[in-house]
């Protein structure tokens, strides 16, 4: 992920080729010892024998009076972003730069024993092995301004310094061609490897393993060879033939992962079930070939060697006519003539924004985070952490991403059954990722961030401005009117959004964290897209969807996500002192403590343990959950905390023994809740294609019922939802929104919104005019 680069963007114009200069500081803040294998812990990956017995965190760092930090000095570029020096240059939690990848990738296949072997190898994923918390937090204490000594303890010895933080590693997963089978690569790299720009220096190989009866996520690069392989074999061609289609470049064949729905569907075979799609002959650009499903044609292709192994014509469906209504462009919607009354709205910043960035540090109003970036789950918020006046910089959350999503269909007909995709363990969330300078989805001043990843053959590939980081006025703050003297205070409220957009086959999805100055963090995704839909016979109409155009119906289905929350709410770094707690909403029953039958009351309930912890939202008695320190308390002598409040949401309408539910069984609940640890990180496994183990993630990790009544915590929120189509959703289905919030509760001892300045005078708009309306901290609005 890019973060030299300071790609600043004001309404989405194309920015220039400049960039910023980053002023340097030397890292004196660090001494040069040599025990420096006493900071990184268990994370390290050095020998047991390089560590004293007898070593501990505490007698890591020296005294914070004795050292004299660096001051986080800062520039101001020609754009207006505040960029704070920086110390070193790959922070532990950076994404793996693109020589980075080059040098694992090239580690891995040099070690390969034969040519055969080497050659056959495919590299699914190359990722950063995070390193332990108590190397984030020795990094962000002396290594990384702003430099915060307050993460880790003082001791009255006076700690060591390390002279230079463990060594970075990558973790490849691997698919071998040749052998069918996967495995896991770790890498150690080093700061010259991470410089290197060719990719030529080599790495070290730490460890592989092959993992047994597993198929990795499937690649672009395999469904376009896919496409290319059921196009050309003659009995699809004669099938297609049968429907009027004799030009292939017409067909559109969509290579989905087979799931698991019997023996047949095991791991020895790496499968798709490709669904057919047909264009229109037009001359619009975007032909939009999903207005067209090919239905009652059967393939199953053989990934490994690239070859169809079952092919079977078993109905003869018409293709649906073509619908007038089924593009999009400009020009060709509905009577080819589009809007014209919607006048320019423009977000300018002219003093710049409001945040300040150094590589991939944000801080802003208070928060302060870091941005990662992974192939499987796209975005990944780092290190949450508020600035709370005298208390100091105080934790929320060690990490924050989506790390699964399943769209299970409610249709029992094929192909439709066995459309359960898991867009992020199949797939991958940021592998699908949008470039937004294609098509830019944010306005006002943006500073964008690139994404690097392996692609299938072990080449780098980079999906520029990738992640939009930018501010947003989000209507009022709060306000007030004193009706006995008519004065009145309003605030404007400001939040920073952090977001990514992919495509998975048809549908868009964005993914938003949105960071607000009364001390929330709202979750948020954006579906938009197509509708994947299915053709009908004339005169045939189904009760397991919506008939949108002629011979053209769209099923229901459903849209689930799972956010993972690694949670630290005023935990330093190797603290658990957190626990969650239920609260539920009751009505008082009626006697002498409710005379008038009016009282309710909140109840709180401890989640003790994991299997206690297996919980589902429920409106009817605004259920929350609270996670607590269990060692701090705000000035009413209250825990500290935060709540989570779900937004809209549900669970999964299949039967108890629906099959994608054997791979699926985290659904079953919209909250879980674990104790940290560091490889349970995918709610249904690491390779969920294919899976043929039942339960396996999260369903069977909390079977072990760890006790949560004082831990780090670790939470799974499940949230959904049900999509019965409408005529309005087609031939592009509007932004529906769904999330959660993360809210302080008892955190601060008043609210953090209170000392927000109000706003400049409003302009009065007259007549045609157009006025501009200043808004706190440089935004402006053109209205």
């Known amino acids: 992920m890019a973060s030299t680069q300071e790609k600043t963007t004001p309404c989405c114009i194309p920015k220039t080729n400049d960039k910023t200069k980053k002023s340097s500081s030397s890292s004196s803040s660090t001494e040069v010892l040599q025990n420096w294998s006493l900071a990184v812990g268990s994370g390290s990956g050095l020998s047991e024998d390089s560590v004293p017995k007898t070593a501990s965190m505490a007698a890591l760092i020296r005294s914070a009076e004795t050292i004299e930090d660096p001051p986080a000095t800062k520039t101001t570029t020609s754009k207006g972003i505040s960029i704070m020096t920086r110390a070193q240059t790959s922070h532990p939690l950076d994404p793996l730069s693109a020589a980075e990848i080059s040098v694992a990738v090239a580690t891995v ?41 307050s993460l880790l303890p003082r001791t009255k010895r006076g700690p060591v310094i390390p002279s230079k933080l463990p060594p970075r590693r990558a973790r490849l997963v691997v ?72 030009d292939m470049d017409l067909v559109m064949v969509d290579a989905w992962c087979a799931g698991y729905h019997s023996d047949a569907d095991a791991p020895s075979r790496r499968l798709a079930k490709p669904l057919i799609f047909c264009r229109t002959e037009s001359d619009c650009p975007m032909e939009n070939g999903y207005a067209r499903p090919v239905e009652g044609i059967h393939v199953l292709v053989d990934m490994q060697n690239m ?17 007038p209504l089924r593009n999009y462009t400009a020009g060709e919607t509905r009577g080819g003539v589009d809007r014209s009354d919607v006048k320019p709205l423009q977000i300018i910043q002219p003093e710049g924004p409001s945040f300040r960035i150094n590589g991939n540090f944000i801080a802003w109003q208070k928060w302060n985070f870091r941005i990662g970036f992974t192939p499987r789950e796209g975005l990944v918020i780092y290190s949450v952490a508020y600035i709370d006046g005298s208390r100091g910089r105080r934790p929320v959350a060690h990490r924050l991403s989506f790390v699964e999503m399943v769209v299970p269909y409610g249709d029992p007909n094929a192909p439709h059954y066995r459309k359960n995709a898991f867009d992020a363990g199949e797939d991958g969330l940021g592998k699908n990722a949008h470039s937004l300078k294609k098509g830019c989805d944010c306005l006002g001043y943006i500073k964008y961030f690139d994404a690097h990843f392996t692609n299938f053959t072990g080449g780098v590939e980079t999906i520029e401005n990738c992640v939009c980081l930018h501010e947003e006025d989000h209507g009022i703050l709060w306000k007030h009117q004193d009706w006995r003297t008519g004065l009145a205070e309003v605030r404007r409220s400001r939040r920073l959004t952090v977001s990514f957009v992919c495509t998975v086959a048809n549908y868009e999805y964005g993914f938003f964290w949105h960071f607000y100055q009364d001390g929330k963090i709202e979750a948020e995704v954006k579906l938009t897209g197509i509708l994947s839909l299915g053709a009908l016979q ?69 989640l003790r343990s994991e299997l206690q912890s297996m919980r589902d939202c429920n409106p009817l008695t605004a259920r929350h959950w609270i996670i607590r320190n269990t060692r701090n308390v705000n000035r009413t002598g209250q825990l500290t905390g935060f709540k989570l409040v779900p937004g809209s949401n549900c669970l999964p309408l299949a039967g108890s023994e629906a099959k994608f539910l054997r791979r699926a069984a985290f659904l079953k609940h919209n909250l879980w809740v674990t104790p940290y640890a560091p490889e349970e990180m995918y709610p249904g496994g690491e390779f969920p294609n294919q899976n043929p183990r039942v339960g396996e993630g999260l369903a ?19 949230f959904g939802v049900t999509h019965v189509p409408r005529l309005e959703d087609w031939p592009v289905m509007p932004v529906e929104h769904i999330g959660f919030m993360l809210m302080p509760h008892g955190f601060f001892n008043c609210s953090p919104a209170i000392d927000v300045p109000p706003s400049a005078t409003d302009l009065e708009l007259k007549d045609n005019d157009i006025a501009t309306k200043p808004i706190q901290n440089g935004m402006i609005a053109k209205l």
């Open 109 to 149: 296949r040099a070690a390969g024993a034969t040519p055969e072997v080497r050659d056959s190898m495919r590299f699914v994923e190359v990722v950063l092995v995070e390193p332990d918390k108590h190397v984030v937090a020795l990094a962000d204490a002396y290594f990384f301004p702003p430099f915060q000594p």
């Open 538 to 606: 004339p005169g045939e109409t189904r009760k397991y969807g919506t008939t949108i155009a002629p011979g053209l119906y769209a099923p229901v289905h459903q849209h689930f996500f799972v956010a993972r929350m690694d949670m630290a709410v005023d935990c330093k770094p190797g603290e658990a002192f957190n626990q969650v707690v239920e609260v539920n909403l009751k009505v008082e029953e009626p006697g002498k403590d409710n005379v008038h039958n009016n009282a309710f009351y909140a109840e709180e309930e401890l």
């Open 175 to 246: 698919y071998s061609k040749r052998s069918n089978e996967t495995s896991i690569w770790i890498v150690q790299l080093s700061e010259v490897h991470a410089a290197t720009r060719g990719g030529h220096h080599r790495g070290k190989v730490i460890s592989s393993k092959v993992v047994p009866d597993v198929q990795p996520p499937m690649d672009a690069m395999e469904y376009a060879e896919c496409e290319a392989v059921v196009k050309d074999f003659p009995l699809f061609q004669e099938a297609m033939k049968k429907r009027g289609i004799e």
């Open 307 to 323: 070859v169809v192994i079952e092919f079977e014509d078993r109905k003869l469906v018409p293709l649906p006519p073509a619908d």
């Open 700 to 718: 069977t990790w909390v079977k072990q019922n760890r006790s949560l009544e004082e831990a780090d915590i670790v939470l799974w929120y499940v």
